[in-house]
Structures are given as C-alpha cells and as structure tokens.
C-alpha cells in the first residue's frame, strides 16, 4: 500500500508515477504506518521490543520513544521538512536497529517475534525486521547526500 500511495503522490504531484521522489515517499510512507502500527499498543510494543533492542535493553525509554521518533522522521520525510532533524533521528535509529537485530538473529541465533509491525505481531524477527532498519539508514544516507 505504501508503494502505491507513493506512486499516487508522485503522479498527483509531478504527473508520473515514476520519479525519484516516489522512492522516497515509499521509504517515508512505509515508516509512518509502521509507527501507526506500533502506537495502536506502545506497551505491547515496548515489551516485545526490549526482547531484542540494545539500546532498549539498556534505557526503557528508548523503546516507548521509538514509535514516535520513526513516524516524526517518517512524516518530516514526506515533507521535506526540517532534514536536520529527520536525517539523524532516522540514521540513529535505523542504525541501533539493524544492530540489534544482526546480534539477536545472526550472532544469538535466536528465534523471537519483531516488533516492527506492533505488539502483538507473529512476524520472525529476522530479514524482514533488518531491511526495514537498513531502508531507513538508506534513506538517511541519501538524504544527506541529495539534500546537502
């Protein structure tokens, strides 16, 4: 869906689906419903989250904020607005985040549910869980590179 949205809003704003900007409205789009999906519950997030995030593990609230850094950085995105403060929140946290998954699936071997889609999800914390996190490195790093 957000793949579509994307292509809707490049076609309404520049009159093709096809431009560059609908690569990143994707990216952005995506992180704004994944943070929709993990607010329905922080709590039942949250607990999930702690299970496997390093920072998270280390200070509670980083997994209550979560949620809420990747819709701001995710809804900054879209507008391409105030990028000193999209850039580095998603670079941070897409970064800690495919850390912290490497480590728990590739180096523990261990076989956990991801928070990424909320709480309550029986997604298998693994590839899925670490291409969203390095997506939103991707964007990070491109944004700075295309926007500076």
């Avoid at 039942?44 to 609230?61: E, H, I, P």
């Avoid at 985040?97 to 490497?102: D, M, Y």
Wanted: some cysteine; overall charge neutral.
């Amino acid at each position: 869906m957000t793949a579509l949205m994307a292509l809707a809003a490049s076609y309404a704003a520049y009159g093709t689906p096809l431009t560059l900007r609908a690569a990143e409205w994707f990216i952005a789009f995506s992180m704004c419903v994944l943070a929709l999906l993990k607010l329905q519950d922080v709590e039942s997030f949250s607990s999930m989250f702690l299970g496997y995030d390093l920072l998270g593990q280390r200070w509670v609230r980083y997994a209550y904020a979560y949620p809420f850094l990747e819709g701001i950085a995710g809804v900054l995105m879209v507008a391409g607005a105030l990028n000193w403060l999209s850039i580095p929140v998603a670079l941070f946290i897409g970064t800690v985040g495919a850390a912290s998954v490497f480590k728990a699936v590739y180096v523990d071997k261990r076989e956990i549910k991801c928070a990424c889609v909320g709480g309550s999800s029986k997604v298998p914390l693994g590839f899925v869980s670490l291409t969203e996190n390095l997506m939103m490195v991707a964007m990070a790093v491109w944004m700075l590179a295309a926007h500076h």
